[in-house]
């Protein structure tokens, strides 16, 4: 049995000292907007025929995760969060995590249209604006030939000439087109403007939030045939009108040495994102204690720790808890890993 907040109804112990790489049981999302690459690219069964996303690793009550290797299959990321508190996320809670939720959302996004145009709020206007803080980055897995994204406004564009291109549906003037290639990340803080176009496959690293105000929709109708809602008076106290300098940004080098390279994608106050390119096994420890989120963009990686070996093939996301203070990464025979650790 479940309780409303998400948290399973059993009463054995959740021991801190008992953790161990947590695997999931992905959450799939048929938007109007997905096609089928997550299924093909990543051999999952059991998608719908249109799937837009799979949330990965959530304690969302909308798009719960459940853990499905070990000890702990079934048990739910929000029970986990709240039962070992520190032993899995570290030991300083982040801010603007839910109420016994973890603090950041995992997904894939397969976009074969685009999506709506679209900002979510940030601290310092969330409350007002009715809704959660979103802070976000995209890491492009695959991109069609020309394909891009949109992030923050072309200069010159206000609030006034904004509401007026929505009336005129010339908005796409007003945004900043951003040229996309698999390895590059793109930024989205709360208060940015932004739309993913067609032919991006793209692994999303959020804040635990599902606030989104859609400003724009490109015309089309939803599945009931009807327009779908737009939020333009919330957007509209949210968006940063300042957000002229955006760009898709390269892995940057941290470590050249030895024959697991490693590069930061994007570091905020909310999560730090790298890609790791093994070519031999290696330990793999936080110093800091927090918890790590393993994805395998490339090749198949296993992982070795808390007494459990689990193998990652293409598109496993791996929860690894921050008291498993150390584990041993094998690739075989390579992996390109993406590595979120929470802040």
């Known amino acids: 049995m479940t309780t409303p907040n998400g948290t399973s109804a059993r009463h054995d112990t959740l021991r801190a000292d008992a953790v161990y790489p947590l695997l999931f049981t992905p959450v799939y999302q048929d938007y109007i907007w997905g096609g089928r690459r997550i299924a093909e690219r990543y051999g999952r069964d059991g998608t719908p025929s249109v799937c837009a996303e799979s949330w990965e690793i959530s304690s969302r009550p909308e798009g719960m995760s459940v853990v499905r290797n070990g000890p702990w299959a079934g048990r739910t990321l929000a029970e986990l969060t709240g039962a070992l508190g520190a032993a899995l996320i570290g030991s300083v809670r982040p801010r603007h995590a839910p109420e016994g939720g973890f603090p950041l959302l995992i997904k894939i996004i397969d976009a074969a249209k685009r999506l709506s145009?679209?900002?979510?709020?940030?601290?310092?206007?969330?409350?007002?604006?009715?809704?959660?803080?979103?802070?976000?980055?995209?890491?492009?897995?695959?991109?069609?030939?020309?394909?891009?994204?949109?992030?923050?406004?072309?200069?010159?564009?206000?609030?006034?000439?904004?509401?007026?291109?929505?009336?005129?549906?010339?908005?796409?003037?007003?945004?900043?087109?951003?040229?996309?290639?698999?390895?590059?990340?793109?930024?989205?803080?709360?208060?940015?403007?932004?739309?993913?176009?067609?032919?991006?496959?793209?692994?999303?690293?959020?804040?635990?939030?599902?606030?989104?105000?859609?400003?724009?929709?490109?015309?089309?109708?939803?599945?009931?045939?009807?327009?779908?809602?737009?939020?333009?008076?919330?957007?509209?106290?949210?968006?940063?009108w300042d957000d002229t300098d955006a760009a898709a940004a390269d892995p940057e080098p941290l470590e050249t040495e030895g024959p697991n390279p490693r590069y930061r994608l994007a570091d905020c106050p909310f999560f730090r994102i790298e890609r790791l390119e093994l070519r031999a096994p290696e330990t793999e420890s936080d110093p800091e204690q927090r918890a790590r989120i393993l994805f395998t963009a490339e090749?198949?990686?296993?992982?070795?720790?808390?007494?459990?070996?689990?193998?990652?093939?293409?598109?496993?996301?791996?929860?690894?808890?921050?008291?498993?203070?150390?584990?041993?990464?094998?690739?075989?025979?390579?992996?390109?890993?993406?590595?979120?650790?929470?802040?």
């Open 117 to 240: 145009v679209q900002v979510h709020p940030n601290e310092a206007n969330a409350d007002a604006a009715g809704g959660e803080p979103k802070t976000e980055a995209w890491v492009v897995l695959d991109a069609a030939p020309g394909a891009q994204v949109y992030a923050g406004l072309r200069p010159g564009t206000d609030r006034q000439t904004f509401e007026q291109a929505i009336r005129d549906e010339t908005l796409e003037a007003r945004l900043n087109p951003l040229p996309v290639r698999p390895g590059q990340a793109v930024f989205i803080p709360g208060g940015r403007v932004h739309a993913i176009c067609e032919g991006c496959l793209l692994l999303e690293i959020q804040q635990n939030s599902n606030t989104t105000y859609r400003v724009y929709d490109w015309g089309r109708v939803g599945h009931d045939g009807k327009p779908r809602p737009l939020h333009v008076d919330r957007a509209l106290q949210t968006i940063a």
């Open 299 to 343: 090749g198949t990686l296993t992982i070795e720790g808390g007494g459990r070996t689990e193998t990652l093939p293409p598109g496993t996301s791996c929860l690894v808890p921050a008291a498993l203070r150390s584990c041993r990464l094998v690739p075989a025979p390579r992996a390109d890993v993406i590595r979120t650790y929470i802040s």
